[in-house]
Antibody, heavy 120, light 109 residues
């Protein structure tokens, strides 16, 4: 059974940093793309970042480019999102999701999300 | 970046009725690389359709995806009480980022 468990969310001040983690199990982690999607309170879904199965390719939404970094550790079956220079508009539930292939096209399994609140 | 516009914003129907949700792209979505998701309050999204018309594992056949180019449709043939939720389309036909539509809320009339 595929399981994705996010952690690392919380309250952070504007300009601060946070690292999200997503522990994956139930599938061969290095064979599948992984994706971060966020949802601001009461809003729709926003694709944030994705990485290929082998980790060689990483992509970002324009809204986070240069501030967020996606990475993966195949020895720990864990996906990360390092978030720097956080802004109020980054406040959202962040979902970790598994791609259906080695490329971050669409997500066939999702975690339950972790809430990030950026506020002073 | 491809912009997806979903309409209507809210659809009010009764159980047993047919629902038609639309998703329009600002430019052609190559290879019909479009997915649909369902999200219920407090839950993560669930994949319904990929490749514009292929149902994901375990999705009932009352859910049908169709369309190509810039116009796509999700049809729910006979609404069940558990189908009332928010639905999102997502394109993945070009280079990332793979954008989502703003969502259609399907509510009970």
């Amino acid at each position: 059974e595929v399981q994705l468990l996010e952690s690392g969310g919380g309250l952070v001040q504007p300009g601060g940093s946070l690292r999200l983690s997503c522990a994956a199990s139930g599938f061969t982690f290095s064979s599948y793309a992984m994706i971060w999607v966020r949802q601001a309170p009461g809003k729709g879904l926003e694709w944030v970042s994705g990485t290929s199965g082998n980790g060689d390719y990483r992509y970002y939404a324009d809204s986070v480019k240069g501030r967020f970094t996606i990475s993966r550790d195949k020895s720990k079956n864990t996906l990360y999102l390092q978030m720097n220079s956080l802004r109020a508009e980054d406040t959202a539930v962040y979902f970790c999701a598994k791609g259906d292939t080695g490329w971050p096209y669409y997500a066939d399994y999702w975690g339950q999300g972790t809430l990030v609140t950026v506020s002073s | 970046e491809i912009v997806l516009t979903q309409f209507p914003g809210t659809l009010s129907l009764s159980p047993g009725e047919r629902a038609t949700l639309s998703c329009r792209a600002s430019q052609s979505v190559s290879s019909s690389y479009l997915a649909w998701y369902q999200q219920k309050p407090g839950q993560a999204p669930r994949l319904l359709i990929y490749g514009a018309s292929s149902r994901a594992t375990g999705i009932p056949d009352r859910f049908t995806g169709s369309g190509s180019g810039t116009d796509f449709t999700l049809t729910i043939s006979r609404l069940e009480p558990e189908d009332f939720a928010v639905y999102y389309c997502q394109q993945y036909g070009s280079s990332p980022p793979y954008t989502f539509g703003q969502g259609t809320k399907l509510e009970i009339k």
